[in-house]
């Protein structure tokens, strides 16, 4: 995660920073317009004089570390989080707060639907693209959608790296040679354990004996990038 997240995210100019304090110059205010102009009810601070000041907070980038780190145990993806926050910093401890805005904790695996146990959505299956912690696994899984008939798309860009689709979304995946000895491996792309995948499932999709050691999601202007490199190849066809 990139140390400057929480600058990132709340440490940006307020939603209102401009505009002139609600307390200050009230009372020549009050003088000025006259008490039989005066509202028949206000807040203590003359609250309809002004505009309440709010945190500009920008989530995308927190959303996209969360969605990168998919298939990873939770508790170093939290370990990692803490160790960039400080809790004496009031600003870097709201960084925490909107992690659960975007990951389920508390969660029941009932068939092939994962329900929500906890708050306000108790009871109700979580949609597909939203993430959640695995009660049996600790790891961090996103609801998936239906497996089309259809393979996901593929873009081959060198030897081994390859750009994939999931969820309306491009991701980067660095590849290897498919080990030997797989046991100790872990493929990031399918989130299994190398040694349970077979050279079919492989070859579907990743076109050979391939497996992913590294994914990350494109940015918005790598996505359009890859758009025009895609239609430049429809054309040329």
């Not at 709201?94 to 959505?121: A, N, S, Y």
Request: hydrophobic share 30%; aromatic share 8%; proline share 7%.
């Amino acid at each position: 995660m990139r140390e400057d997240m929480d600058k990132v995210i709340v440490e940006r100019p307020r939603i209102g920073s401009r505009l002139p304090s609600r307390k200050k110059g009230y009372r020549k205010y009050v003088q000025k317009s006259g008490v039989e102009n005066l509202p028949s009810r206000e807040p203590m601070l003359g609250h309809w004089r002004g505009r309440q000041r709010y945190l500009n907070e920008h989530l995308g980038p927190m959303r996209r570390f969360l969605r990168s780190c998919v298939g990873r145990p939770w508790n170093k993806v939290h370990q990692e989080l803490c160790e960039h926050v400080s809790f004496d910093n009031v600003v870097q401890k709201h960084v925490l707060t909107h992690v659960f805005d975007f990951v389920q904790l508390h969660v029941e695996i009932r068939g092939r639907q994962i329900v929500v146990c906890q708050g306000w959505r108790r009871g109700m299956p979580l949609p597909p693209g939203e993430m959640y912690i695995c009660p049996n696994t600790g790891l961090l899984k996103v609801v998936r959608r239906k497996r089309q008939t259809h393979s996901p798309r593929r873009v081959q860009i060198g030897q081994l790296i390859q750009y994939h689709q999931r969820d309306n979304l491009w991701w980067e995946l660095k590849l290897r040679e498919r080990p030997d000895d797989p046991g100790r491996y872990w493929d990031v792309w399918l989130e299994r354990p190398l040694s349970q995948l077979n050279d079919v499932e492989l070859r579907d999709t990743f076109g050979g004996k391939l497996t992913a050691i590294s994914k990350r999601p494109l940015s918005p202007p790598e996505v359009r990038l890859l758009h025009r490199r895609l239609r430049r190849q429809h054309q040329r066809r």
